[in-house]
């Protein structure tokens, strides 16, 4: 059976908050009123990164939670971008109403990106972070602290990618996500996303990476949490 299959709330009333570099909702996947973008910075007119991030979610085709609150924190990755965005959700979070998805890595541990993971998850936010593309184990410290950076972050759920493939009896690891004993799930990592590149606006192309994974399992537990 090639169908999806899930409940009729399909993430109504949850808002999901996607850290990326934009969306443009062109596309008639983002043919919905539910979503809305906060800008901290200039973005370029097609963020393909966003747009699939965005379209695994919530999107009327292939997301997971198709009438979820879409928020794209829109941020260009450079200096402390990420960290006001990440300050700027913890501020608009509703308690037990919020999921944060961050597509996002860094090489290090940083004090600061874990306060602020702190705060959004005081502020009732559930937080899915990347494995990671690096065929490797993720969650391995970088120097003496516990974590390594974002995806080894204790206190999210961490996904790693699988094939599209069945072999035998089931899916397995896709070759370059990254595991190890913080990834606590594991979503398809090789997706069909949309694409705004010739300007249509109902074209899908193919897209591949743990930052696809993470996105839907977001949509999952945000359709979880509105039932």
């Given at each position: 059976?090639?169908?999806?299959?899930?409940?009729?709330?399909?993430?109504?009333g949850?808002?999901?908050?996607?850290?990326?570099?934009?969306l443009?909702t062109?596309h008639?996947?983002?043919?919905?009123?539910?979503?809305y973008?906060?800008?901290?910075t200039g973005?370029?007119?097609?963020?393909?990164?966003?747009i699939?991030v965005?379209?695994?979610?919530?999107?009327?085709i292939?997301?997971?939670?198709?009438?979820a609150n879409?928020?794209?924190v829109?941020?260009?990755?450079?200096?402390?971008?990420?960290?006001?965005?990440?300050?700027?959700?913890?501020?608009?979070?509703?308690?037990?109403?919020?999921?944060?998805?961050?597509?996002?890595?860094?090489?290090?541990?940083?004090k600061?990106?874990?306060?602020k993971l702190?705060?959004?998850?005081?502020?009732?936010?559930?937080?899915?972070?990347?494995?990671?593309?690096g065929?490797m184990?993720?969650?391995?410290?970088?120097?003496?602290?516990?974590?390594?950076?974002?995806?080894?972050?204790?206190?999210?759920?961490?996904?790693?990618?699988?094939?599209?493939?069945?072999?035998g009896?089931?899916?397995?690891?896709?070759?370059?996500?990254?595991y190890?004993?913080?990834?606590?799930i594991?979503?398809p990592?090789?997706?069909?996303?949309?694409?705004?590149?010739?300007?249509?606006?109902?074209?899908?192309?193919?897209?591949?990476?743990?930052?696809?994974?993470?996105?839907?399992?977001?949509?999952?537990?945000?359709?979880?949490?509105?039932?």
């Open positions: 059976d090639n169908n999806f299959y899930y409940p009729s709330s399909a993430g109504k949850i808002d999901i908050y996607l850290v990326d570099e934009g443009n062109y008639d996947d983002f043919n919905w009123k539910n979503n973008i906060y800008n901290y973005v370029d007119d097609i963020p393909s990164h966003g699939v965005s379209s695994m979610a919530g999107g009327t292939y997301g997971t939670a198709k009438k879409i928020h794209m829109a941020i260009d990755f450079t200096g402390g971008s990420p960290l006001k965005g990440f300050d700027y959700i913890a501020k608009k979070a509703k308690p037990n109403k919020c999921v944060v998805s961050l597509s996002v890595g860094s090489g290090y541990y940083s600061a990106k874990e306060d702190e705060e959004m998850l005081n502020a009732g936010c559930i937080i899915i972070t990347v494995a990671g593309n065929n184990n993720g969650c391995l410290p970088t120097d003496d602290d516990d974590f390594n950076s974002i995806p080894g972050y204790r206190k999210s759920i961490v996904v790693g990618g699988v094939s599209q493939i069945l072999y009896d089931g899916y397995y690891r896709i070759y370059y996500s990254n190890g004993d913080c990834v606590d594991f979503a990592a090789k997706v069909a996303s949309p694409d705004l590149s010739k300007g249509s606006r109902n074209a899908y192309k193919t897209a591949g990476g743990t930052s696809y994974s993470a996105p839907i399992v977001a949509g999952v537990v945000a359709t979880i949490m509105s039932e």
